[in-house]
């Protein structure tokens, strides 16, 4: 079955001309409802019923199922968890800002990266995401919500460049204006810090945010909590980081997870200061969220003001990030994908 949801506009014209023997205003048609998120084929009304009954026998169309649905009672946050066709399930996040409404997306069921202080990773890997599956999240929460997604966060379950073929088409086709007409300056990709796919990232010509997972300024203490990096250490992250910033001019954000008596010392605020000092580049100070087994606490708060102080020292900016959905475990971190509760 064809996964007519990932293919581009152009791609959709050559299938539907060439492969349908179809005229085009037809692959028009086609591809104006999927951009406006049907679930079905016999859904494009302006279609003949021969048209629709080959669609249906040759394609399909991914649809996020929701599962189950969590509200914060601290804010609007909305936590998903939806299951695809094949019943594999993940979670996405909606939250409500000044500016609009953020969706934090999975792009993998599971996640390969072993991060200690993250849900995700312990459920383990199962399977990729395809470009379909992501933006179908993006549109089973507009159609419940009854709202409109203004700016994607690559920061659900999984590691986003883990998964970079299909990643990539994705933002091409949310980007589109055939599509959902999301510009990439309102996409946020976060990573754990797979080297050389920051490099690929930053030759694509995306103005996409890049924020790397670092969480610890020296690999001694980054590679206790994170895997990954004895693989790609900081510097070599930290250095692919500086190309994307150079490359695209566009601000790195770094995400630090405060972890009480780990990585929250007037040391690492130093080696960190040191490390991105003149850089084009922010950090977003998150005092790490609860989640069972890891036998983390965060960082109290004197602790987190005087590392942030210390960043200032070496004119680096830094910002306390404001905890969304933790009542819910939708929080950076917390999101598992099995309804097991």
């Given at each position: ?66 599962e ?43 996640c ?43 920061m ?5 460049l883990?998964?970079?073929?299909n ?22 990709l ?73 990585n ?61 959905g ?16």
């Open positions: 079955m064809i996964d007519i949801k990932s293919m581009s506009y152009d791609e959709i014209v050559k299938f539907v001309t060439q492969e349908l023997k179809l005229p085009k205003f037809r692959a028009n048609q086609i591809s104006d409802w999927l951009s406006k998120g049907v679930t079905s084929f016999d859904q494009m009304k302006n279609l003949p019923k021969e048209v629709i009954e080959k669609l249906t026998s040759i394609c399909y169309i991914s649809v996020a199922n929701i189950k649905k969590l509200k914060s009672s601290y804010d609007e946050t909305v936590k998903y968890l939806f299951s695809f066709e094949d019943k594999e399930c993940v979670e996405a996040v909606v939250m409500k800002y000044k500016h609009g409404y953020s969706m934090c997306i999975s792009t993998q069921v599971g390969k990266m072993g991060c200690t202080f993250c849900a995700t990773g312990m459920g383990g890997f199962t399977r990729q995401l395809n470009p379909s599956e992501m933006l179908a999240q993006i549109e089973a929460a507009q159609r419940d919500l009854n709202i409109r997604i203004s700016n994607i966060v690559l659900g379950m999984g590691e986003p883990d998964n970079y073929a990643v990539v088409r994705f933002i091409r086709l949310v980007s589109s204006e055939k599509g959902l007409n999301i510009g990439t300056r309102h996409i946020t976060s990573t754990c810090g797979l080297v050389p796919k920051i490099y690929d990232l930053a030759d694509e010509g995306f103005q996409i945010t890049l924020s790397l997972s670092l969480h610890a300024p020296t690999d001694e203490i980054r590679s206790k909590t994170m895997p990954v990096n004895k693989k790609y250490p900081v510097e070599e992250a930290v250095r692919a980081c500086k190309y994307y910033a150079d490359k695209t001019g566009r601000r790195i954000t770094y995400e630090y997870a405060m972890i009480s008596g780990v929250d010392t007037p040391f690492c605020a130093h080696a960190l200061g040191n490390l991105i000092k003149g850089t084009l580049c922010h950090v977003n100070l998150i005092p790490v969220n609860p989640v069972k087994g890891t036998g983390y606490n965060p960082s109290g708060d004197k602790r987190i003001v005087n590392f942030r102080d210390i960043l200032s020292k070496y004119n680096v900016n830094s910002t306390v990030r404001r905890t969304l933790a009542d819910i475990n939708a929080s950076c971190g917390q999101l598992r994908g099995k309804n097991k509760d």
